[in-house]
């Protein structure tokens, strides 16, 4: 029954820039991993970016120096920092944590909405 609540979205214009929050109601589980998706309407789901257990992160080539995925573990939450956004990263985005032994949650989405 863990819940994830989003928080940072917005309105904002090319250039700049937006945090992202994702906080976990409870951690009973041993390890997780984080990830940030989005969905632009009639567009596929894709991985923005991801943090491992161990802490190890990745990135869709489309954001690889621009986003920066971290956590707090002491604070059940995920954070993705977006410098120099494009219109094209319009789209709701998705906070998702998976679990050992493993189960899967999904936050509620955010919008984030960049103009040019």
């Known amino acids: 029954q863990v819940q994830l609540v989003e928080s940072g979205g917005g309105l904002v214009q090319a250039g700049d820039s937006l945090m992202l929050s994702c906080a976990a109601s409870?951690?009973?589980?041993?390890?997780?991993?984080m990830r940030w998706y989005r969905q632009a309407p009639g567009k596929q789901r894709e991985l923005v970016a991801g943090?491992?257990?161990?802490?190890?992160?990745n990135y869709a080539d489309s954001v690889k120096g621009r986003f920066t995925i971290s956590r707090d573990s002491a604070k059940n939450t995920v954070y993705l920092q977006m410098n120099s956004l494009q219109p094209e990263d319009t789209a709701v985005y998705y906070c998702y944590l998976v679990t050992y032994p493993k189960y899967e949650y999904w936050g509620q989405g955010t919008q984030v909405t960049v103009s040019s």
């Open positions: 943090v491992t257990n161990v802490g190890v992160t």
């Open positions: 409870e951690r009973t589980f041993s390890s997780y991993a």
